[in-house]
T-cell receptor, first 112, second 111 residues
């Protein structure tokens, strides 16, 4: 049983397209996150939701819109994709206040 | 200035040696510190957390924290080729704050 699963694993698309990444966790956690990891391995938080409420919203272009239909799911929709969006996007979850983050396997996004 | 800094490496050590990974942080309000290991093409996984000044040992791993110097380190004793990975240092202010990651140090253990 995968604890934090995200789909798709790979996403190759053209500039200007719109795409979504989905994430689900079955750990019973109440907080979910999106992180972006660039080619230099720098892992940077983008958003965090606690019980479907947005609690962290870093300086991210408006083209990125997270959505949490329930506390077990957090999706990321990206409009008008740009070359600079190419990265690995990781979903993660935790219990609010707990230290350990559980990461999904990542989505490698390549914008051509 | 990044909030959490690490030498990007690569750091190469022979098998059986001690690997020493270093990290500094800029926010004196940081209270919790973590080391995540990330194998190539995989997701990060937590290997150590430390909250108080001093050393914390777990098997072959020892985390060291010096809040006065704003310095965190990870020692890996008897390094194995399977320890070859990128090690991410991370910090957090309070339990409810975001985790800030450093850029990671690539470690290569040579057989």
């Amino acid at each position: 049983d995968t604890a934090v699963s995200q789909t798709p694993k790979y996403l190759v698309t053209q500039m200007g397209n719109d795409k979504s990444i989905k994430c689900e966790q079955n750990l019973g956690h109440d907080t979910m996150y999106w992180y972006k990891q660039d080619s230099k391995k720098f892992l940077k938080i983008m958003f965090s939701y606690n019980n479907k409420e947005l609690i962290i919203n870093e300086t991210v272009p408006n083209r990125f819109s997270p959505k949490s239909p329930d506390k077990a799911h957090l999706n990321l929709h990206i409009n008008s994709l740009e070359l600079g969006d190419s990265a690995v996007y990781f979903c993660a979850s935790s219990l609010l206040g707990e230290e350990k983050l559980f990461f999904g396997s990542g989505t490698q996004l390549s914008v051509l | 200035q990044k909030e959490v800094e690490q030498n990007s490496g690569p750091l190469s050590v022979p098998e059986g040696a001690i690997a020493s990974l270093n990290c500094t942080y800029s926010d004196r309000g940081s209270q919790s510190f973590f080391w995540y290991r990330q194998y190539s093409g995989k997701s990060p996984e937590l290997i150590m957390s430390i909250y108080s000044n001093g050393d914390k040992e777990d098997g072959r791993f020892t985390a060291q924290l010096n809040k006065a110097s704003q310095y965190v380190s990870l020692l890996i004793r008897d390094s194995q080729p399977s320890d070859s990975a990128t090690y991410l240092c991370a910090a957090k202010k309070t339990s409810y704050d975001k985790v800030i990651f450093g850029p990671g140090t690539s470690l290569s253990v040579i057989p």
